[in-house]
Nanobody, 126 residues
């Protein structure tokens, strides 16, 4: 059974940092495109960052470029999202997702991903 579990969310002040983790079971993340998405109340789920495969460069949404960083720990079958210089507009539930069919042009689309975690809440106060 495939399972993705996010952790590391919390309540922080603007300018702070958080590191989100996503632990996978039932699949090897090195064989998957993996993405981070977020969803704020009343808004659609939006792309944050993703990579096609292990070792491939990460793509970032313009809103997080230069502040967020995607990384993998293949031995632990985990991925991470390092979030620096957080802003109130970063407040959302953050999800990790995995896909074996996503291509470069679809990495930013939630519909391209087959497996999702339950999400972790990130709240940034001003």
């Amino acid at each position: 059974q495939v399972q993705l579990v996010e952790s590391g969310g919390g309540l922080v002040q603007a300018g702070a940092s958080l590191r989100l983790s996503c632990t996978a079971s039932g699949l090897r993340l090195t064989n998957y495109a993996v993405g981070w998405f977020r969803q704020a109340p009343g808004k659609e789920r939006e792309f944050v960052t993703s990579t096609r495969r292990n070792g491939a460069p990460a793509y970032y949404a313009d809103s997080v470029k230069g502040r967020f960083a995607f990384s993998r720990d293949n031995a632990q079958n985990m991925v991470f999202l390092q979030m620096n210089s957080l802003k109130p507009e970063d407040t959302a539930v953050y999800y990790c997702a995995a896909s074996q069919r996503a291509i470069v042009s679809t990495l930013n689309r939630p519909s391209a991903y087959d497996h999702w975690g339950q999400g972790t809440q990130v709240t940034v106060s001003s």
